[in-house]
């Protein structure tokens, strides 16, 4: 028997046999899972199937990895399967909800932070074999779980430069086996499983080293902890002097940076109070540090939001504002606690801060799986709001995100592209005919783009023929062109019924002309220029002098047909 976490142990000597056994398998049905999915559109249900089991299975083969116990191993292993249930159904819900059928989308990271939390939760309410839940034990499992799944993954690492080490070196006296297995994902994958599950043992069954590692690593970051303290310090006095207008004209994403500030420290606060009051560091600095840490996260968390608020206010609410506001919000419940427990606790306000998180903790997982499952619709919220912005005219139809309406919104972005496509005689009608038709985001973002172009194809032509019209014909052929944009507008003269010439500036302000057939298909041009070196620099082409002259020229035929330049 041996101690851990203040909890007495069975020694479980056979672990890192029986793990790497385990990750090796489990890693064998991930990859079987994932080999050769097809994600063209539509995504097929088997796709979505397969990538959702494969999640599924891999959170709950991580999970007991991580938390398995010789003692009660059964409530590990059906901690494990529940997880993984839910995360399976996490990847389906949100796969189908993309239509590329991406799984790695704010839900399912939401899904997996409730896992993270509940691990140390569960581990704890094992070892106590009831509801209870010991600060300090709750508090040393979630350090300890990171940084064993830090370090496993750093062997894993290790493990394979060692092996692609050796592979190269037999493979140099023409032993290549363990080159070409290593080649192999089905091998590649188990190996992985393999040195994942038995370091995770490894390190579980070597309690003293794994104390060592806590220590160190609690230790670094109490170390930074002062110069993170005083840097948030200044941060703070000085932002209301300097004014908060350079904050949101700097071009950088405030919000994360921001959230990020608050998250670091809220981790070195946690640090330098450690698992109970006799970790609190000695002096007047750590009493400094500990303050600032614990005050800044609620003015950090506020500007968060006043940044997102102001965000969602230029350009309504998208599904990313509106994950970012929860994160602003949990922010800010934490910065709450941490000032009601200064308040409450005066100097010993580390203890009321323990009991806190806790109970925040606890809320947390809860709310993060509440909001993985497909409960609430953020597509839907952000639907409605993007397009009552379209139809109120505070966003033009050219300047429109249809991308984030058709793949990003779920079904409720895709039914208001239904609505809108109705009238295909209008912009916004072409527009959502052209998101609705989309195989994928990026061929959508060029077709939109030549649809915008057409539309404002006026803003950019200087018409040198009387009787040219801009129907949505010419509009179309002008627009696929590619040098009628914005960086370079153009002047179009009529050549005869169906051939319009084209002049543009490409780089360096070189005139290029090409010949627009309207008869033929939108994208197919001819250079109109007798000899293609002939790119003369035009300063101002909006009022340059454009004309079509006859010129003669002397040139190779075979069989009638001209071959190369003119040489005349």
């Not at 059964?74 to 901690?79: C, E, L, M, V």
């Not at 300097?242 to 949101?248: E, K, N």
């Not at 309504?316 to 709450?336: D, M, Q």
Request: proline share 4%; aromatic share 10%; net charge neutral.
């Amino acid at each position: 028997m041996t101690a851990q976490n203040g909890t007495e142990r069975e020694d479980w000597p056979q672990r890192p046999w029986i793990m790497a056994a385990i990750g090796a398998a489990s890693a064998f049905i991930f990859y079987l899972l994932v080999d050769d999915l097809n994600y063209e559109q539509p995504i097929s249900a088997t796709v979505l199937l397969r990538q959702a089991a494969a999640a599924g299975f891999g959170v709950a083969a991580l999970s007991f990895l991580i938390t398995a116990e010789k003692t009660r191993w059964t409530w590990a292993a059906a901690f494990a399967l529940c997880w993984g249930m839910v995360i399976a159904l996490v990847g389906y819900s949100t796969g189908a909800y993309s239509r590329a059928g991406d799984v790695v989308e704010f839900p399912f990271l939401s899904g997996l932070l409730a896992v993270g939390i509940a691990a140390p939760l569960f581990q704890t309410m094992r070892d106590e074999g009831g509801r209870s839940l010991p600060y300090e034990k709750v508090h040393r499992y979630a350090w300890t779980d990171g940084i064993i799944g830090g370090a496993s993954l750093a062997f894993t690492g290790l493990t394979f430069s060692v092996a692609f080490l050796l592979g190269s070196l037999f493979d140099a006296i023409g032993i290549s086996l363990l080159k070409d297995l290593l080649e192999e994902g089905l091998f590649a994958f188990s190996m992985a499983g393999a040195a994942f599950g038995a370091a995770s043992a490894v390190l579980r069954e070597r309690d003293p080293l794994l104390g060592t590692l806590q220590r160190l690593v609690m230790l670094v970051f109490s170390v930074l902890a002062p110069v993170l303290a005083c840097a948030l310090a200044v941060y703070l006095v000085a932002l209301p002097v300097t004014g908060f207008g350079g904050l949101w004209k700097s071009g950088l994403p405030e919000t994360p940076l921001l959230l990020s500030a608050a998250g670091f420290a809220f981790v070195f606060l946690n640090a330098v109070i450690g698992d109970s009051r006799d970790d609190r560091g000695q002096g007047k600095l750590w009493r400094f540090t500990e303050v600032v840490l614990l005050v800044a996260v609620l003015p950090l968390g506020t500007l968060a939001l006043v940044s997102m608020g102001m965000r969602v206010g230029q350009y309504g609410w998208t599904p990313e504002r509106l994950w970012g506001v929860t994160a602003c919000l949990i922010a800010i419940a934490f910065g709450v606690s941490n000032w009601w427990a200064l308040w409450r606790g005066r100097g010993q306000f580390d203890g009321v801060v323990r009991a806190n998180q806790k109970r925040l903790a606890v809320g947390l997982c809860g709310l993060a799986l509440f909001l993985a499952l497909p409960i609430v619709d953020f597509g839907a919220i952000s639907t409605r709001s993007q397009v009552a912005r379209l139809q109120g005219g505070k966003v033009p139809p050219a300047e429109f995100d249809w991308t984030a309406l058709a793949f990003d919104f779920g079904p409720a972005g895709r039914e208001a592209l239904q609505r809108i496509a109705t009238n295909p005689a209008t912009e916004l009608g072409r527009m959502a005919s052209a998101a609705l038709t989309a195989t994928n985001r990026y061929k959508l973002y060029e077709t939109t783009e030549k649809v915008r172009h057409q539309a404002t194809i006026d803003r950019r032509v200087r018409l040198l023929s009387p009787d040219i019209e801009l129907t949505p014909n010419v509009r179309q052929h002008l627009a696929d062109f590619g040098g009628c944009i914005e960086q370079s507008p153009c002047s179009v003269m009529r050549i005869d019924a169906t051939r319009l010439l084209v002049v543009w500036q490409g780089g360096g302000k070189v005139a290029m002309a090409n010949v627009v057939d309207l008869s033929r298909n939108p994208g197919d041009i001819e250079t109109a220029a007798a000899d293609r070196n002939l790119f003369p620099k035009v300063d101002n082409l909006e009022k340059a002098r454009i004309e079509v002259r006859t010129v003669k020229r002397r040139q190779a035929f075979v069989d009638g047909k001209p071959v190369g330049d003119p040489f005349e």
